[in-house]
């Protein structure tokens, strides 16, 4: 089982950036790909960025495409999400999940944590 934790959302300006962060911890080795999702209220979850976890190969949701990276350090078994020209539309809810050898599926989450964007 991979346990894993979110940090670095905030309150930022419309047009500003913040980075997120995912450190995994557990069964890290059985990492495939990790993810990033976001959830904003009344509205279903949505996919915006993974990585895979050994090659380093990244693909974007159309909507943040250009305006968000997924990056990862493979030492400290995290990934991140640079988000810039932030719109008050990103406010959401931010999660990052991961596949991982035992299927092929996001099977672990983590709590999120909050984006708010002020216009």
């Known amino acids: 089982q991979v346990q894993l934790v979110e940090s670095g959302g905030g309150l930022v300006q419309a047009g500003g950036s913040l980075r997120l962060s995912c450190e995994a911890s557990?069964?890290?080795?059985?990492?495939?790909?990790m993810g990033w999702f976001r959830q904003a209220p009344g509205k279903g979850r949505e996919f915006l960025a993974d990585?895979?976890?050994?090659?380093?190969?990244?693909s974007y949701a159309d909507s943040v495409k250009g305006r968000f990276t997924i990056s990862k350090d493979n030492a400290k078994d995290i990934v991140y999400l640079q988000m810039n020209s932030l719109k008050p539309e990103d406010a959401a809810l931010y999660f990052c999940?991961?596949?991982?050898?035992?299927?092929?599926?996001?099977?672990?989450w983590g709590q999120g944590t909050q984006v708010t964007v002020s216009s």
């Open positions: 990585i895979n976890w050994r090659g380093g190969r990244a």
């Open positions: 557990g069964y890290t080795h059985s990492i495939l790909i």
């Open positions: 999940a991961v596949q991982t050898i035992t299927g092929t599926d996001w099977n672990s």
